[in-house]
Protein backbone atom coordinates (compact mmCIF):
# COMPACT_ATOMS: atom_id res chain seq x y z
CA UNK A 1 0.00 0.00 0.00
CA UNK A 2 1.70 3.37 -1.12
CA UNK A 3 0.49 5.19 1.95
CA UNK A 4 2.96 3.16 4.34
CA UNK A 5 5.83 4.02 2.25
CA UNK A 6 8.68 5.98 4.56
CA UNK A 7 10.70 5.68 7.52
CA UNK A 8 7.79 6.20 10.18
CA UNK A 9 3.98 5.60 10.48
CA UNK A 10 1.82 7.37 12.28
CA UNK A 11 -2.16 6.27 12.42
CA UNK A 12 -4.20 9.04 13.37
CA UNK A 13 -7.57 6.56 14.00
CA UNK A 14 -10.95 7.95 14.64
CA UNK A 15 -9.81 11.06 13.32
CA UNK A 16 -13.59 12.49 12.00
CA UNK A 17 -12.65 15.82 10.52
CA UNK A 18 -9.20 16.41 12.08
CA UNK A 19 -7.33 14.97 8.96
CA UNK A 20 -3.39 15.80 9.85
CA UNK A 21 -0.93 15.59 7.39
CA UNK A 22 2.17 12.85 8.07
CA UNK A 23 -0.34 11.03 9.47
CA UNK A 24 -2.36 7.78 7.57
CA UNK A 25 -5.85 9.39 8.74
CA UNK A 26 -8.42 6.49 9.59
CA UNK A 27 -12.19 6.48 10.56
CA UNK A 28 -15.39 4.79 9.71
CA UNK A 29 -16.92 7.71 7.74
CA UNK A 30 -15.51 10.28 5.54
CA UNK A 31 -17.22 13.55 7.45
CA UNK A 32 -15.00 16.49 6.17
CA UNK A 33 -14.31 18.61 3.00
CA UNK A 34 -10.68 16.59 3.52
CA UNK A 35 -11.31 12.75 3.26
CA UNK A 36 -9.57 9.78 5.66
CA UNK A 37 -6.87 7.67 3.46
CA UNK A 38 -8.62 4.75 5.31
CA UNK A 39 -12.49 4.11 5.88
CA UNK A 40 -13.10 1.71 8.14
CA UNK A 41 -14.08 0.66 11.57
CA UNK A 42 -11.21 1.16 14.38
CA UNK A 43 -11.69 -2.24 15.44
CA UNK A 44 -10.59 -3.90 12.06
CA UNK A 45 -8.29 -1.48 9.97
CA UNK A 46 -6.84 -3.06 6.59
CA UNK A 47 -3.13 -2.79 7.62
CA UNK A 48 -0.24 -5.31 8.11
CA UNK A 49 0.87 -6.45 11.53
CA UNK A 50 3.30 -4.43 13.06
CA UNK A 51 2.96 -1.79 10.39
CA UNK A 52 3.21 1.61 13.13
CA UNK A 53 5.36 3.65 15.10
CA UNK A 54 2.83 5.20 16.27
CA UNK A 55 -1.22 5.51 16.99
CA UNK A 56 -3.25 8.60 18.03
CA UNK A 57 -6.80 8.39 18.63
CA UNK A 58 -7.93 11.79 20.19
CA UNK A 59 -11.62 11.65 21.34
CA UNK A 60 -12.19 8.70 19.61
CA UNK A 61 -12.05 5.94 22.46
CA UNK A 62 -15.43 6.96 24.62
CA UNK A 63 -17.48 6.64 21.12
CA UNK A 64 -17.07 2.92 21.58
CA UNK A 65 -19.19 0.80 24.04
CA UNK A 66 -16.81 -0.43 26.94
CA UNK A 67 -17.22 -4.19 25.83
CA UNK A 68 -16.28 -2.90 21.97
CA UNK A 69 -12.90 -1.46 23.47
CA UNK A 70 -11.19 -4.52 24.42
CA UNK A 71 -11.01 -4.61 20.32
CA UNK A 72 -9.66 -1.43 19.98
CA UNK A 73 -6.90 -2.05 22.12
CA UNK A 74 -6.25 -5.70 20.77
CA UNK A 75 -6.03 -3.74 17.13
CA UNK A 76 -3.94 -1.20 18.30
CA UNK A 77 -1.38 -3.88 19.53
CA UNK A 78 -2.01 -5.42 16.23
CA UNK A 79 -1.21 -2.99 14.96
CA UNK A 80 1.83 -1.16 16.73
CA UNK A 81 5.42 -2.40 16.00
CA UNK A 82 7.54 -3.46 19.27
CA UNK A 83 8.04 -0.22 21.43
CA UNK A 84 5.53 1.43 19.26
CA UNK A 85 3.89 4.40 20.96
CA UNK A 86 0.02 4.93 21.26
CA UNK A 87 -1.11 8.11 22.78
CA UNK A 88 -5.22 8.53 23.64
CA UNK A 89 -6.82 11.72 24.52
CA UNK A 90 -10.21 11.97 25.63
CA UNK A 91 -12.89 12.97 27.78
CA UNK A 92 -12.53 12.37 31.73
CA UNK A 93 -15.66 11.57 33.28
CA UNK A 94 -15.30 12.94 36.61
CA UNK A 95 -13.71 15.95 35.46
CA UNK A 96 -17.13 16.31 33.60
CA UNK A 97 -19.20 15.38 36.58
CA UNK A 98 -17.46 17.69 38.36
CA UNK A 99 -17.89 20.74 36.05
CA UNK A 100 -22.37 19.55 35.79
CA UNK A 101 -22.27 19.33 39.41
CA UNK A 102 -20.66 22.63 40.38
CA UNK A 103 -21.98 24.59 37.60
CA UNK A 104 -18.66 25.21 35.92
CA UNK A 105 -19.31 26.42 31.84
CA UNK A 106 -17.21 26.67 29.37
CA UNK A 107 -16.56 30.68 27.61
CA UNK A 108 -18.48 31.25 24.90
CA UNK A 109 -21.97 29.82 23.49
CA UNK A 110 -21.78 26.24 24.40
CA UNK A 111 -22.29 25.96 28.29
CA UNK A 112 -22.43 22.47 28.00
CA UNK A 113 -18.91 21.88 26.57
CA UNK A 114 -16.77 21.16 29.95
CA UNK A 115 -20.25 18.82 31.16
CA UNK A 116 -22.47 17.64 29.11
CA UNK A 117 -20.44 17.15 25.88
CA UNK A 118 -18.14 15.43 27.52
CA UNK A 119 -20.18 12.56 28.88
CA UNK A 120 -22.87 12.56 26.28
CA UNK A 121 -20.97 13.59 23.05
CA UNK A 122 -20.99 17.32 21.16
CA UNK A 123 -24.97 17.49 19.95
CA UNK A 124 -23.75 20.13 17.09
CA UNK A 125 -23.88 18.18 14.42
CA UNK A 126 -27.10 15.95 15.01
CA UNK A 127 -24.54 13.01 13.99
CA UNK A 128 -24.79 9.86 15.36
CA UNK A 129 -21.00 8.93 15.14
CA UNK A 130 -20.65 12.24 17.43
CA UNK A 131 -22.52 10.06 20.43
CA UNK A 132 -20.38 8.87 23.45
CA UNK A 133 -21.00 5.11 24.68
CA UNK A 134 -18.56 4.96 27.51
CA UNK A 135 -16.09 6.89 29.66
CA UNK A 136 -12.88 6.75 31.15
CA UNK A 137 -10.96 8.30 33.78
CA UNK A 138 -7.06 8.32 33.98
CA UNK A 139 -7.37 5.20 36.41
CA UNK A 140 -9.63 3.25 34.53
CA UNK A 141 -8.06 3.93 31.60
CA UNK A 142 -4.75 3.06 32.39
CA UNK A 143 -6.12 -0.03 33.99
CA UNK A 144 -7.59 -0.65 30.64
CA UNK A 145 -4.74 -0.11 28.67
CA UNK A 146 -2.44 -2.37 31.44
CA UNK A 147 -4.98 -5.23 31.11
CA UNK A 148 -4.45 -5.73 27.48
CA UNK A 149 -0.54 -5.42 27.56
CA UNK A 150 0.76 -2.03 26.78
CA UNK A 151 3.70 -0.47 29.55
CA UNK A 152 5.18 2.24 30.72
CA UNK A 153 1.15 4.16 30.95
CA UNK A 154 1.74 7.64 31.42
CA UNK A 155 -0.64 10.71 32.14
CA UNK A 156 0.51 13.88 30.00
CA UNK A 157 -0.63 17.20 29.25
CA UNK A 158 -3.53 17.38 26.80
CA UNK A 159 -2.58 19.21 23.77
CA UNK A 160 -6.00 18.84 22.11
CA UNK A 161 -9.68 20.37 22.33
CA UNK A 162 -8.35 24.16 23.96
CA UNK A 163 -11.80 24.59 25.66
CA UNK A 164 -11.29 20.94 27.57
CA UNK A 165 -7.64 20.84 27.80
CA UNK A 166 -7.55 21.30 31.55
CA UNK A 167 -10.77 21.04 32.86
CA UNK A 168 -12.18 18.48 31.29
CA UNK A 169 -9.93 16.08 29.13
CA UNK A 170 -6.77 13.56 29.90
CA UNK A 171 -4.15 12.12 28.03
CA UNK A 172 -2.77 8.97 28.24
CA UNK A 173 0.55 7.45 26.20
CA UNK A 174 1.39 3.73 26.48
CA UNK A 175 3.96 1.77 24.27
CA UNK A 176 3.51 -2.06 23.29
CA UNK A 177 6.24 -4.23 24.34
Not at 61 to 88: C, D, P, Q, T
Not at 109 to 135: A, L, T
Not at 145 to 163: S, Y
Amino acid sequence: MAILQGDRVRLNVCCGTRIREGWINIDVAALGILKPEIIADARSIPLDDGCADEIMCIHGIEHFYKWEAAALAVEWMRLLRSGGLLVIECPDIFKCCENLVSGYASSGKHPDQMSYWGIYGDPQESNPFMGHKWGYTPKTLRHFLKMHGFVNIADEETQWHPAGRVRRDMRITARKP
